[in-house]
């Protein structure tokens, strides 16, 4: 069963569309990582943008699999790494 | 990081494959930033300072509403890099808005600075969202040299000070220098204290006449026997030469196009009073962003790469094209036309490609 924690964007990441790429710049950031920028394949631009209003998984899962016709397991495994890799660079919170 | 939908990439890596994605193709990627012409120090050699209190130079300047909206647009355009420069940029009241307003549209920002009119505050704003590199320039690395150089009593200490203060705050920082007939004879001194703090440091040694068409800097270049040695002195910068030279032997570079650098193809440039031109020194034609959009103007701009050559000089034939820094912006600075060749960087060019056979040979 899915979990009812909610995602919502850190607003110290912002989200910008360079040439035809969808990239993530940090405002608020450690020095280590100031020479790094975030990118987004379309599934996590899509993602990004469902996420202007703080979402549960299951609404993201739900959402995705609406969008895009590709093979549910993959579908749901890259949404679950994409949610925990956003989580640790601090770009998403749980509400 | 093992994620299909999020990378995370060096800048600078990304940045590359972005621009070889782009094949030469327009797009307003990075631009320069000039917020005011005025300064609180009077540098000898300065091509744009006026005095900090010249009321027309202030008037002139873009008010805050202005500079955002223009961020606004250039944000919009795709702008990712953007350098903040002046004149003295923190002699503007509004400037730290200014810089909070570029980074929460997700800019890049860099910061050119003479460090001397930072204080903790400021520092401390800095520190919270950091900028992408402040570059502070060094005039001397004595108190007498430096302020020769600024004209100004005290500024050395400031600026020292002002360094300390990025430094105590691990801001990404690097130290540049001018160099004068004056301050010269301490570039080893200041590449010294630029290595003791671990900070990079980088020097040009080419001084361009003011923008007012006053030749006054002039009277404090270096001689071309002195530039040359500049690079005699410096293997990494002697070994780029001939790596330039072995790069373009033998092509004409500025056989056909008056622009045949890369200005305007993913930069551009903004003065304080909002004309948008394809670059630094190339400031004609500039259009002002007061009356037209980003867009239209950066659209505008483009005609320029398209401009073929006029005159009959010779660059057309010239093959010594990569290790020369002639282009239309120092032809507009000292002969008010885009093409005619300055002499002086003529002639550096061939006792450069001479020095650069001998070490080859």
């Known amino acids: 069963m899915l979990s009812e924690t909610r995602y919502e964007r850190n607003p110290d990441f912002i989200y910008r569309k360079i040439v035809d790429e969808s990239v993530l710049v940090p405002i608020h950031h450690d020095v280590a990582d100031m020479d790094c920028i975030y990118t987004l394949n ?26 895009y016709d590709a093979d549910l397991e993959v579908l749901v495994t890259d949404l679950e790494k994409f949610l925990v890799e956003m989580t640790t660079i601090g770009a998403l919170r749980k509400g | 990081m093992d994620c299909p939908t999020l990378d995370e990439l060096y800048l600078d890596e990304w940045s590359t494959g972005l621009l070889a994605k782009l094949r030469g193709r327009r797009y ?70 200014i810089y909070q307003y570029a980074r929460q549209l997700g800019i890049l920002v ?51 000070r002002g360094i300390d203060l990025l430094v105590e705050r691990n801001l990404s920082l690097n130290l540049k220098s001018i160099l004068l007939s004056i301050n010269l004879h301490e570039l080893p001194a200041m590449r010294a204290f630029a290595e003791q703090r671990g900070l990079d440091f980088r020097y040009d040694g080419l001084l361009w006449p003011r923008l007012d068409g006053c030749a006054k800097p002039f009277d404090y270049r270096l001689s071309l026997q002195e530039l040359l040695a500049l690079d005699d002195g410096n293997p990494e910068r002697q070994a780029e030469w001939e790596r330039i030279a072995a790069s373009y032997s033998g092509q004409a570079l500025r056989a056909e196009y008056v622009f045949s650098c890369g200005a305007g193809l993913q930069s551009f440039h903004i003065d304080s009073t909002g004309k948008l031109s394809i670059c630094t020194m190339a400031r004609h034609p500039a259009y002002d962003l007061n009356r037209t959009t980003f867009n239209e103007a950066w659209e505008r701009l483009g005609d320029l790469r398209k401009l073929k050559r006029e005159k009959t000089t010779i660059c057309q034939t010239c093959t010594l094209g990569g290790l020369c820094s002639q282009c239309p912006g120092w032809s507009q600075s000292v002969h008010g036309d885009n093409e005619t060749p300055v002499e002086f960087l003529c002639e550096l060019a061939h006792f450069r490609a001479a020095r650069v056979k001998e070490c080859i040979m």
């Not at chain 2, 900028?131 to 004595?142: I, S």
Request: aromatic share 8%.
């Open chain 1, 42 to 67: 379309g599934m996590g631009a899509f993602l990004w943008e469902r996420l202007a209003q703080p979402a549960t998984q299951a609404e993201l899962e739900a959402a995705v699999l609406v969008e």
């Open chain 2, 110 to 160: 860099t910061i050119f600075t003479n460090a001397t009119l930072l204080t903790p505050r400021i520092a401390d704003l800095l520190a919270e969202s950091r900028p992408r590199l402040v570059e502070v320039t060094l005039y001397g690395a004595t108190r007498e040299t430096y302020e020769k150089v600024t004209g100004v009593a005290g500024s050395y200490d400031r600026c020292m």
């Open chain 2, 28 to 97: 307003p990627l990075s631009g320069m930033f000039e917020l005011t012409d005025r300064c609180n120090l009077g540098c000898v050699h300065c091509y744009i300072n006026q005095p900090a209190t010249n009321q027309a130079a202030r008037d002139s300047e873009l008010t805050t509403s202005q500079v955002k909206k223009i961020l606004d647009q250039l944000v919009e355009a795709g702008c990712l890099f953007l350098t903040f420069t002046g004149g003295e940029v923190l002699l503007r009241s509004d400037f730290t808005e």
